[in-house]
């Protein structure tokens, strides 16, 4: 009996913002290891150029590009050399995230709301939209949108992000109907409490920690490699049928 091929990803075009480290530089591992020619993009191009030269020497293929999301010419930018350099593009992961606030609903910032919005709704909602006309143009593809748990159930003192998010699930919802008529799939990731540099104000405090983990029915932080086998599914033959939903990693949190 031959092993399964629904998730080789050999020949395929990946793109995986915030992908210098955490989640995203798993998930860029993991599509590598699986045959996809990863580029590897989040705001600087040093952190990028690191992870790309280690799937290169542990055999796989990744271009390093830096783009900030949450500047609209920087991302027409980067899809104009995708559609220069590969002519294609295959599968989106939007990773790339911001948080910069953490506290009482009532004292959110403006400038700090301004920014999440631009990074995480606007930020995400455009590059979907620059990844869909390539996507459309060969027959399909998979958009991963990384939301969060927040999304459904608010993160204390975590206002402004936790909308955002919500709002990158119905996003989501939204790229599944329109986009299905093109081949082009589009899933939600929403990972629990996981052990990132993002999380650290999290992870780091014993007391919101220990207060987390009582919510947590397998009782531990993930580690970002755990987030990275949903991606894969997501954006594999695996999941061919498989597209608007909202896939919960959360050690059963929202359960």
Not at 2 to 21: P, Q, Y
Not at 110 to 115: P, V
Not at 204 to 226: F, G, M, W
Not at 246 to 253: I, K, P, T
């Amino acid at each position: 009996m031959s092993k399964t091929h629904l998730f080789d990803l050999d020949g395929k075009i990946a793109f995986v913002s915030g992908a210098s480290r955490g989640i995203g530089e798993a998930i860029a591992h993991l599509l590598a290891q699986q045959g996809a020619h990863v580029i590897v993009s989040s705001r600087k191009l040093d952190g990028c150029q690191q992870v790309a030269e280690a799937i290169i020497a542990a055999g796989g293929k990744a271009t390093a590009v830096a783009c900030h999301i949450g500047e609209i010419e920087q991302i027409q930018q980067v899809f104009a050399g995708i559609r220069e350099q590969f002519g294609r593009l295959d599968i989106l992961v939007n990773n790339a995230a911001t948080n910069p606030q953490f506290c009482n609903v009532l004292d959110t910032d403006l400038g700090a709301f301004q920014k999440t919005v631009d990074v995480n709704i606007r930020g995400y909602f455009f590059m979907s939209v620059e990844a869909g006309k390539l996507m459309r143009e060969h027959g399909g593809g998979s958009i991963i949108n990384v939301a969060s748990i927040n999304g459904v159930s608010p993160g204390l003192f975590q206002g402004i992000y936790s909308v955002t998010k919500a709002a990158v699930i119905n996003m989501t919802k939204v790229f599944a109907k329109e986009c299905a008529p093109f081949g082009i799939r589009c899933n939600a990731l929403l990972p629990g409490l996981t052990d990132t540099k993002f999380a650290s104000a999290l992870v780091k405090n014993d007391a919101i920690l220990t207060a987390a983990l009582q919510q947590i029915p397998l009782k531990r932080v993930a580690d970002p490699s755990e987030m990275a086998g949903a991606v894969l599914y997501l954006a594999s033959e695996a999941s061919s049928y498989t597209t608007g939903t909202a896939l919960n990693v959360d050690g059963g949190f929202l359960s």
